[in-house]
């Protein structure tokens, strides 16, 4: 059955499509002959977080890959997949982290509530506290500490970009690729840089260093 809201969507579709072809005739046969973006973003899933929008981007221009929280996980082949693709294939430049205030991911790792499968995803932002958790255990304020944490979080996913194989050995080529955190504001739509920032392999401890064969 389809809803008035179902309906909607199609609606807007079309709607959308006519506007592009009012300012642009050519606006789709440009798209459809492929894409080279200068960024992957890497958000959150929250609908309120739209990549594109909020730095004022054009379609074909963003690489966009969401979850929950935000996460770099090194067992997601999911997002190691997206990441090999914009940078061995799309040869991106910049990577953006972004988080956001307000995160329902990172609030559900501050309690101990169970939330199913997501537990098990949740789980790895609790490690993000957990490393970080003198500095976070000295805040007394929730909300400080919510923001706080959400930051963190943002750093942490950065870090954990750096020490992939993909992004080291496109480094190692010599390749430009900028890694960035940010984090969002929800309530102002402003963003926050988060001065986390990598460019070359010579910024990881050693110990994350490859040995690149």
């Not at 809803?3 to 499509?17: A, C, D």
């Not at 997002?79 to 329902?104: P, R, T």
């Not at 050995?169 to 900028?178: G, K, M, P």
Request: hydrophobic share 40%; glycine share 8%; net charge negative.
């Amino acid at each position: 059955m389809k809803t008035e809201f179902y309906k909607s969507l199609i609606e807007n579709n079309s709607k959308w499509v006519q506007s592009k072809l009012d300012s642009d005739p050519e606006f789709f046969k440009k798209l459809e002959k492929g894409q080279q973006p200068p960024l992957l973003w890497i958000g959150c899933s929250d609908s309120r977080v739209p990549a594109n929008e909020i730095i004022g981007a054009k379609p074909g221009e963003v690489f966009v890959h969401r979850n929950i929280a935000n996460m770099v996980v090194h067992s997601d082949m999911n997002m190691l997949s997206v990441l090999d693709y914009a940078v061995n294939v799309l040869k991106i430049k910049h990577i953006i982290v972004c988080g956001h205030y307000g995160c329902g991911g990172v609030k559900a790792a501050m309690g101990s509530k169970s939330y199913g499968l997501a537990d098990n995803w949740i789980r790895h932002i609790r490690d993000v506290y957990r490393h970080h958790q003198v500095a976070l255990g000295v805040i007394k304020g929730e909300e400080e500490l919510f923001e706080r944490f959400v930051e963190y979080n943002a750093m942490e996913q950065v870090f954990n970009l750096a020490k992939t194989s993909i992004v080291q050995n496109a480094w190692e080529r010599n390749q430009d690729l900028y890694l960035h955190g940010w984090v969002y504001g929800v309530g102002t739509g402003i963003v926050k840089d988060l001065e986390v920032n990598f460019s070359c392999n010579s910024q990881l401890e050693e110990f994350y260093k490859l040995e690149i064969i």
